[in-house]
């Protein structure tokens, strides 16, 4: 007995030394990392170049301890000191990186929800110190937070993971067997109550999970909505309107009729860049997407800013700004009822006009895009596919209404352009759309190219090497030249 009490002694005495020297190494590496200039021992002050490794060094170990054990006892003080650096500007922007790194990967990596709790109530109290006059990285940050209210696999609530199941059901039959009527009615009532046990384990897990999700996005929500109420010219707009068009669906509904407000004044002061513009416009379809169909809502005005911004798509336009573009055409042609005739025309020709001068990547994007619109509004674009009748009217592309454009007195005259396109896909594609876009039959699209979406055709590189539309066009044999795959 003395043995195993002195035994329990030692263990308790050495984690506690040892907790007690982690705790120590945690306040002297704030100062490290801080930058502050030591003595040695002759009292000679130590050199830069030794200085900055040492802080990469102290740096780089906070980094790991916060990413492999995020449940230390210590824990609030490395994300504070992790927090407090994300807006450091030392060693070129080294600190800076592995902070905001770090705090992107243990939003990604938490899966309870309490360790992003902790990390965002410590950013929030970092920015309100500061008078929100912080980089943008800083608020970036938020993107990586998990917050999909998911409930977690089976595995993680004590079940048994499907691998072993078989093994496990056949090793519980052997047992069963072996037992006497006696033990086999403990067994079943055991593994009753362990049942029961392992469902209210999981009742409250889920609830907590939520309530943790919950706080955590109402303290997201707090610092967006600041900057938008009271600091509309800061740097810190475009992270902000990003953070809102992904985490829209998760917005109350009582706040809805504000927030379209603030976006559609936003939009009138012309002070927004084209990227923040498309973010805006994100937002509100995503707003209007989700619960905000019943509200009484008139986009318009985010349809007009949309039309005019696609002539802003060109041949040096980023991929994140051509994903933008094709996310909030998306989501246009889910909403058939909010989009009249006149509106679907006017995008249709937009589109088709604007793929004459894109690199081939992009330029198939969008009209996979006007491939959507064709086959979701059929009735509306063949009067522009109808090359036989005299349109009347006069075409307007310089309105920047789409419903007063005059759309439907025109033609879609670039797809004959686009079918002499130099690269086989392209013009390809544009016979495709000339034909009216078919499901199957004569002119169907290749599977690679019908299955995937603008989005996984503007970012993939496995279209190049891919025929989209075998037999339409008997002067190509279906391979690419080398000259023709770069662009």
Not at 85 to 103: H, P, Q, R, Y
Not at 138 to 143: C, D, G, H, M, R
């Amino acid at each position: 007995f003395f043995v195993k009490f002195f035994k329990v002694i030692l263990c308790i005495y050495f984690e506690g030394n040892t907790v007690d020297n982690i705790s120590a190494g945690l306040k002297d590496k704030q100062p490290t990392i801080g930058g502050k200039r030591k003595r040695d021992s002759q009292g000679d002050i130590t050199s830069q170049v030794g200085l900055e490794g040492l802080t990469l060094v102290a740096l780089n170990s906070l980094c790991e301890l916060a990413l492999s054990l995020s449940h230390f006892n210590y824990r609030n003080n490395i994300f504070g000191l992790l927090v407090q650096w994300m807006n450091s500007s030392d060693l070129e922007g080294k600190v800076e990186k592995a902070c905001c790194s770090t705090i992107s990967e243990l939003f990604k990596n938490d899966i309870i929800g309490d360790v992003s709790l902790e990390i965002v109530q410590q950013i929030m109290k970092m920015i309100k110190s500061r008078g929100y006059n912080v980089k943008p990285v800083v608020i970036k940050t938020f993107l990586d937070l998990q917050l999909h209210n998911v409930e977690e696999p089976v595995d993680q609530l004590g079940g048994v993971s499907t691998q072993n199941k078989k093994d496990e059901k056949l090793k519980k039959k052997i047992e069963i067997k072996k037992m006497t009527r006696k033990q086999r009615r403990k067994f079943t009532i055991r593994n009753r109550l362990q049942r029961e046990l392992r469902e209210t384990e999981a009742e409250e897990r889920k609830e907590n999970k939520t309530k943790l999700q919950t706080d955590t996005i109402k303290l997201v929500f707090y610092v967006y909505f600041r900057i938008l109420k009271y600091s509309q010219d800061s740097p810190l707009m475009s992270a902000v309107l990003e953070g809102l068009a992904k985490f829209a669906h998760l917005i109350s509904i009582d706040y809805f009729t504000d927030l379209m407000t603030v976006l559609q004044s936003l939009m009138e002061t012309n002070t927004l860049s084209s990227r923040e513009t498309m973010q805006c416009i994100l937002t509100c379809f995503e707003i209007l997407s989700g619960q905000g169909e019943s509200l009484d809502i008139d986009p318009r005005v985010f349809y007009c800013q949309l039309y005019t911004n696609l002539l802003h798509v060109d041949f040096y336009t980023s991929s994140y700004d051509v994903s933008l573009v094709l996310s909030c055409l998306e989501k246009m042609i889910k909403k058939k009822r909010q989009v009249s005739n006149q509106r679907v025309q006017s995008f249709v020709k937009r589109l088709t006009t604007i793929s004459l001068h894109l690199p081939p990547a992009v330029a198939l994007a969008v009209m996979a895009t006007t491939r959507l619109f064709i086959q979701g509004y059929p009735h509306q674009c063949e009067y522009l596919l109808e090359y036989d009748d005299t349109p009347c009217g006069i075409f307007q592309p310089h309105v920047p209404d789409p419903e007063l454009s005059g759309a439907q007195s025109t033609l879609l005259w670039e797809l004959s352009t686009l079918r002499t396109h130099f690269h086989p896909h392209i013009s390809s594609y544009a016979e495709h759309l000339v034909r009216g876009a078919p499901s199957q039959g004569l002119g169907a699209l290749h599977s690679t190219f019908s299955r995937r979406s603008p989005l996984e055709l503007v970012s993939d590189n496995i279209w190049p090497t891919v025929d989209p539309l075998s037999g339409i066009n008997p002067k190509w044999n279906g391979k690419v030249k080398s000259n023709q795959s770069e662009y």
